[in-house]
């Protein structure tokens, strides 16, 4: 299945349970500009996919190219939010079943 930048970089946010506004600070975004991304009215841009690759390198290959997300990544990651999507989906508390088919 194929997501536009915007909608993979939301699913990556509410997956964190982020508000725009805290995973744009994260990533050093206007939220604003976020939302607009998020809501396909304008495209991401080299430095925004430098940002959250940067900020996230584990969601990296999701965000850039919709590639696999590696559990195992997610589980040894330093970064706490990250590790909340696996914990999140081994307990069955994701909502967005598409995130089984994208974290392996």
Sequence with gaps: MEFKAG???RMVRELMGLT?????????????????????KVRMSELEYDAVTEAFPELSCFVTHEG?????????????????????LEA???????AKDWIK
């Design 20 to 40: 725009r506004e805290e995973f744009a600070d994260d990533m050093g975004l206007n939220a604003v500009r976020l939302k607009n991304v998020e809501y396909f």
């Design 7 to 9: 909608e993979r970089l």
């Design 92 to 98: 069955n508390d994701i909502d967005d079943n598409r």
């Design 68 to 88: 696999i997300i590696s559990a195992e990544r997610l589980r040894s990651s330093s970064n706490p939010r990250l590790r909340l999507i696996i914990s999140r």
